[in-house]
């Protein structure tokens, strides 16, 4: 599918109806599957790495097949751009391993054995090509153990150990020849012993022993008769099976009973073998069967486990569940495999309190890498880890499972030419891989739920010393560098000391943290919630600046994201840090965010749902938080960001009742009846708090009972943080403090799992919503609906508030996939904001030049909107639009769809965009489950004409711009009208439209109606927009190719030429054969029919002489003579032109607005004034056309004296206003008022000097 969309990258983007050769059919199947083109990429690049991994990391004797050959070739062939560059370079590298053989065939390997010496064997079993032409892997040595030739048989054994051991230090390798050993193992083809030390481990050294076996039927012979060699103690015995039957890969079943069977045997061979084992102090035995053709099954039996065989280790290599710490893993977890190869091990493993579920991707690596290439290897290592956990993540073990996911790696090849000084440097490499592993596949990590990188190195110490580099989730991924202690037998870790604050702790502590032992449970409950754990959000915050960092090409800085918890006590919001330990479900930060736009950083409020602490519910305490922390944000001005993930209003009872109450009924035999009433006994309301309920007594029996009248709860443990009303007035007010928090402050709401009743309301209030796919809104559930309705409607929660409801309604203004997208949709939606309501939108250096030229230009034929704003690439030349390139970013683009708005740069300026769609638009009505008759309802929308729900979009984009957001608004203004048919007249098109016009009264920051080259603006469409609506802040343009009126150039001809009367007339005034033809009447002449006959020849022509008449009026000359726009402006200009006018604007409505707040009586108009008087000498000594430049730079580079000003304006106006007072005053007080004033200035002055 993808050959044809491949063929247009390069500049052909935009022709593929033009280029596709086959039917609308097949381009529109092919357009479909290219939409996934994304997630593809995704799964066959993760396909490729696991080909790789698994046909070449151990030279598998194996060949791929011709028809996948075929298709890596084409994957080749890809071009670089359009997203197919990893894609094609894993496939190059592919085919290179495989045109080469996979490692040296059999007889290569066997010459080379032959004319090699045994001082040969260690270079050649640590040998390593990249390029796999003289790789070795185990499996292709092991076929050489049923070698012919003595000689062969012993080399090979050798590389097979001195392979098996690369890591160990290992000395004295020798074929064991004593006639005693010999003679009474007769089953065995060859015996070999060395001695070996674990990797860093040098003081104290093991022994080894390896027996070489012709086949199973060996078995007999050597329980009866097995001499091994003599030696203290020999703690590990290889049995190496030359030559095992193998059964066609084709009959799974057959292999499974086939490997079974030879499982079984060699267990009870080592069974039998026990006692000698035991006598020899042996702890381990790996048992490998060759197959013939096939790759070799390896078995491990420990003493510890009885010497039965160890099933989570089968099929790796004999050192590997060693190196890659599994047996530390299974003191904590119970261990089950989901997937082992020959250097890695996937494990799904439950915690001994079943409380924590994990899988872990734990790998080893002989691979050598440098300081150069040691970040890209791990960067490529954890790729490949992370395609390994994806296929985990599939098995059936795992099903409705949500396990967090772990990735160890241990590479054992010291790092050439480091010290204990590189310790600080490691950690840099390894902390800048895992930042590139988030900034490019943060999503991914997030999707896969992984919580904790670990990759241990050794730096070239004598002997080696271990580095253990570490990063988790929870602590936002920051490296972390521990030095290893080792045990000096076994080599494994007893100790770990922090590189930078020295801190040591044990094993168990790395293995068991306390903390993430708490919140690996809270993990999985969000999880199943369909969210991320609220704690884990930091994070993520994190994670989306170093991406965004990394974007703009600046170095990152170090601390990125500054956290502080808040907490309620005693009504008031203090700073303490909980982690996770919070009873309350709501939880605060005051965060601090470097961000490219605000390098020192910037403050947020950061408030969220705690999904664990009572599904999220809003309880009285809930709301408390949520009303203090969004005050808090009023009060500072600064951005309120809303995590949602909620089940709605609390709903609960008094508990404590439940136990105590009885019931009174009509006829104790027949229950049926019904019964009269609830009441407790007098023993137990002696037991509650005096406002538990309210009762009357009544005595039956001679007994008191008390009659429940009302359950209050007052006092008792279950009613606490609410079960009912309560809960409701809790919601009721913080929906009115997030009214007013919208119309004081940046408001922006998340929806990342559910939002059930005030959580749904919280996010409209908050008006601007970012929605996950999988967290819908809603009022109440779909089972609660289905029984209001009496019957099965509704099955999900999506049925009622998804994406597919809340995307086309306006709710939602940006859909997300993931909670990492989440994330950075709310910092890209940050970008375009101020710090706080005070100041104005960040300007940053853009790297696209305001000065250039915009190159796309609107045609008079239907065009997309968006190339016009943010550009487009047309017969392989990128054409630039009007914005920055790279900076619009849409939104509500799923409502209202004729018209277009979103944010953008003009130079590095934000600006709020309004746009028209010029094309024709569908807009989709949902049928309704509970209406059996109802279906789907499309409406074609026309271009260029407002429509209920686009004329709502527009306003709702501006007071959206204004409001918090405090951006410069450009509307590119090509209406020609409202749409007034029966249908959206009721669908109150008049009331939406004239919300546009209430918007733009209030707007409080430079407003430009700017209409586009090849558009117009007609009739109430310019209405709706006119500066005089706002003639603070609105200026309009015109382009001039652009036009304006009434009505459209042919409607208007009709009206002033009185329907071709007056065309009519022209026709007589101006065409020379008529003038005849009147002239010929005049004298008598019949010639009406002459003049009829050119009059109908000659109405067409003058009727275009009419249209374009009337054309002539709407031009932008006519527009600025008469007043209505300020300037007529050339589009491939208008980047520059409107840059420096909004920027001038923007500066000097700044002041006017630190004038008005100094001086609170000042008008509007009064501040543009003293601004005015501010910069007079700057404008005047301009450049012609350079005013506006000149004006705003001076500005920007002169704050002091602004401040000057506006302290004088302020003192000034004081001085005006105690005059005033004074004034007012009776003539008898004013000089002991005056004299008071004198004398406290007098003491003031002292006591400040």
């Known amino acids: 599918n993808e050959r044809f969309f491949a063929s247009l990258v390069g500049g052909d983007e935009t022709q593929t109806i033009q280029r596709f050769q086959g039917t609308p059919e097949e381009l529109l199947s092919k357009i479909l599957a290219h939409t996934g083109l994304r997630e593809s990429l995704h799964i066959v690049s993760s396909l490729l790495r696991s080909l790789s991994s698994n046909f070449a990391l151990e030279g598998a004797i194996s060949a791929l097949p011709m028809d996948l050959v075929a298709k890596l070739t084409e994957l080749r062939a890809l071009p670089d751009a359009g997203g197919y560059g990893q894609v094609k370079l894993l496939a190059q590298q592919l085919l290179t391993q495989m045109n080469k053989p996979l490692g040296m065939r059999r007889e290569d390997l066997r010459d080379t054995l032959l004319k090699s010496t045994r001082k040969d064997l260690l270079a050649l079993a640590n040998s390593h090509d990249a390029e796999r032409r003289m790789y070795f892997g185990l499996d292709l040595i092991s076929s050489l153990f049923s070698d012919e030739d003595q000689s062969v048989r012993s080399k090979a054994v050798e590389v097979y150990i001195l392979r098996t051991?690369?890591?160990?230090?290992?000395?004295?390798?020798?074929?064991?020849?004593?006639?005693?050993?010999?003679?009474?193992?007769?089953?065995?083809?060859?015996?070999?012993?060395?001695?070996?030390?674990?990797?860093?481990?040098?003081?104290?050294?093991?022994?080894?022993?390896?027996?070489?076996?012709?086949?199973?039927?060996?078995?007999?012979?050597?329980?009866?008769?097995?001499?091994?060699?003599?030696?203290?103690?020999?703690?590990e015995i290889h049995i190496l099976v030359a030559k095992v039957p193998s059964t066609s890969r084709k009959n799974s079943d057959e292999s499974r009973v086939a490997l079974c069977s030879a499982v079984s045997r060699t267990a009870d061979m080592i069974s039998s073998a026990a006692p000698m084992l035991d006598a020899k102090g042996c702890v381990v035995v790996n048992v490998m069967l060759a197959h013939a053709g096939h790759v070799p099954s390896y078995l491990h039996f420990h003493k510890a486990s009885g010497w039965k065989e160890i099933p989570e280790y089968r099929n790796m290599r004999s050192t590997l569940p060693s190196l890659i710490e599994l047996p530390q893993i299974q003191t904590e977890f119970t261990v089950s495999p989901l997937e082992h190869g020959r250097i890695f091990a996937m494990d799904f493993g439950v915690s001994k309190d079943k409380k924590t579920e994990v899988v872990f991707a734990r790998a080893a690596s002989h691979i050598a890498m440098g300081l150069d290439t040691l970040a890209s290897s791990i960067l490529s290592d954890l790729l490949t880890s992370c395609d390994f956990i994806e296929r985990a993540m599939l098995d059936p073990v795992l099903e409705n499972r949500h396990p967090a996911a772990k990735i160890f790696l241990h590479t054992l090849p010291p790092i050439p030419d480091t010290s204990p000084r590189d310790f600080r440097y490691l950690q840099v490499l390894f902390g800048s891989a895992v930042q590139q592993l988030m900034a490019e596949s943060g999503s991914r990590v997030l999707k896969l739920r992984i919580a904790k990188i670990e990759v241990k190195v050794w730096v070239a110490t004598s002997p080696p010393t271990a580095l253990r580099l570490m990063a988790e989730s929870s602590m936002g991924w920051e490296a972390v560098a521990f030095q290893e202690t080792l045990d000096t037998l076994t080599g494994s870790p007893i100790s770990f000391k922090n590189v930078e604050t020295q801190e040591v702790c044990r094993s168990i502590e790395m293995l068991r943290q306390p903390v993430e032992e708490q919140r690996s449970s809270k993990r999985a409950t969000a999880r199943r919630a369909g969210s991320t754990y609220i704690y884990d959000f930091p994070a993520l915050f994190r994670i989306s600046l170093t991406k965004m960092w990394r974007a703009v090409g600046d170095e990152v800085p170090a601390k990125l994201v500054a956290a502080k918890e808040l907490v309620l006590e005693g009504g008031e919001l203090v700073e303490r840090e909980q982690m996770g330990n919070n009873r309350v479900g709501m939880v605060v930060w005051q965060c601090t965010l470097r961000t490219p736009e605000y390098p020192e950083g910037r403050e947020i409020i950061l408030i969220g749902n705690d999904v664990t602490v009572k599904a999220g519910s809003f309880g009285v305490e809930e709301s408390d938080v949520f009303h203090r922390a969004s005050e808090l944000a009023r009060k500072k001005g600064i951005p309120r960001i809303y995590i949602a993930c909620n089940s709605g209003a609390r709903i609960g009872g008094v508990e404590e009742l439940k136990a105590m109450t009885q019931v009174e009924w009509n006829d104790k035999?027949?229950?049926?009846?019904?019964?009269?009433?609830?009441y407790i006994s007098d023993d137990d309301f002696k037991k509650l708090p005096a406002q538990a309920v309210e009762s009357h007594p009544e005595t039956v029996n001679g007994q008191t009972r008390h009659v429940l009248d009302a359950i209050m709860g007052v006092g008792l443990p279950s009613t606490k943080g609410g079960v009912g009303v309560e809960c409701l007035q809790g919601s009721g007010l913080i929906a009115g403090e997030t009214s007013r928090a919208?119309?004081?402050?940046?408001?922006?709401?998340?929806?990342?799992?559910?939002?059930?009743?005030?959580?749904?309301?919280?996010?409209?209030?908050?008006?601007?919503?970012?929605?996950m796919v999988n967290g819908p809104m809603i009022l109440t559930g779909a089972d609660m609906l289905n029984k209001v309705l009496g019957q099965q409607v509704y099955t999900t929660l999506d049925q009622l508030g998804g994406p597919h409801i809340m995307v086309p309604n306006g709710v939602t203004h940006e859909l997300v996939q993931n909670d990492q997208d989440g994330v950075e949709a709310i910092l890209r939606w940050l970008s375009y904001v101020p710090e706080n309501v005070l100041t104005i939108p960040p300007l940053i250096s853009s790297k696209d030049p305001v000065a250039r030229k915009v190159q796309f230009t609107p045609t008079k034929t239907p065009y997309d909107p968006r190339h016009m704003l943010g550009g487009v690439k047309v017969d392989g030349e990128w054409q630039g639009g009007f914005c920055d390139e790279g900076s619009f970013h849409e939104y509500l683009a799923g409502w209202g769809k004729s018209v277009v708005v979103g944010r953008g740069r003009l130079g590095g300026l934000p600006v709020g965009i309004v746009s028209v769609e010029t094309r024709s638009v569908e807009r989709h009505i949902p049928a309704d489950p509970q209406e059996t008759k109802s279906s789907d309802?499309?409406?074609?929308?026309?271009?260029?004409?407002?429509y209920p729900d686009s004329a709502y979009k527009t306003a709702t984009a501006i007071r959206d711009f204004n409001r918090g957001e405090q951006l410069p608004l450009i509307i590119f203004a090509n209406w020609r009208g409202f749409s007034g048919g029966t249908r959206d007249m009721f669908g109150e098109v008049l009331k939406y439209g004239s919300m546009i016009v209430d918007a733009l009264v209030e707007y409080k920051q430079p407003v430009t109606i700017y209409i586009p080259p090849n558009g117009e603006l007609r009739g109430g469409a310019w209405v709706v927009l006119d500066p005089k609506i706002n003639i603070e802040q609105i200026e309009m343009f015109a382009d001039v190719e652009a036009r304006g009126g009434i009505l459209e150039p042919p409607a208007a001809a009709e009206v002033l030429f009185k329907k071709d009367k007056h065309t009519v007339e022209m026709m007589h005034r101006c065409d020379d054969k008529l003038k005849e033809l009147d002239a010929r009447q005049a004298k008598g002449e019949d010639v009406a029919k002459d003049v009829k006959a050119r009059e109908k020849l000659l109405l067409p022509v003058y009727q275009q002489v009419a249209t374009q008449y009337c054309d002539l009026h709407d031009r932008a000359p006519r527009m600025k003579s008469v007043g209505v726009i300020r300037e007529g402006l050339k589009w491939e200009e208008s980047r520059e032109y409107l840059h420096w006018r909004i920027r001038r604007r923007t500066q000097e409505n700044s002041i006017a607005r630190q004038l008005m707040r100094a001086v609170p009586n000042m008008s509007y108009a009064t501040a543009m004034a003293a601004v005015t008087d501010l910069c007079k000498d700057v404008a005047a000594a301009a450049a012609a056309g350079g005013e506006d430049k000149a004006v705003a730079l001076w500005i920007e580079e002169h704050p002091k004296?602004?401040?000057s000003r506006v302290e004088t304006e302020r003192h000034r106006a004081t001085e005006e206003e105690i005059y005033k007072l004074v004034s007012s005053l009776p003539s008898s007080k004013r000089a002991e008022v005056v004299r008071d004033l004198v004398g406290y200035s007098r003491v003031a002055a002292q006591a400040s000097a």
């Open 742 to 771: 919208y119309d004081e402050t940046f408001t922006l709401s998340y929806a990342t799992g559910r939002s059930v009743g005030i959580g749904a309301y919280l996010n409209r209030l908050g008006q601007r919503n970012i929605q």
């Open 669 to 678: 035999n027949d229950l049926l009846k019904g019964f009269k009433y609830l």
């Open 165 to 235: 051991y690369r890591g160990y230090t290992v000395q004295d390798v020798e074929t064991v020849d004593a006639k005693d050993v010999v003679d009474k193992t007769p089953a065995a083809q060859l015996h070999l012993t060395w001695t070996f030390a674990p990797p860093g481990v040098q003081q104290k050294t093991q022994k080894g022993y390896a027996i070489v076996l012709p086949d199973m039927s060996a078995y007999e012979s050597l329980v009866e008769s097995w001499k091994i060699p003599a030696a203290p103690e020999i703690t």
């Open 937 to 946: 309802i499309i409406e074609v929308q026309a271009g260029q004409v407002w």
């Open 1201 to 1203: 004296e602004v401040q």
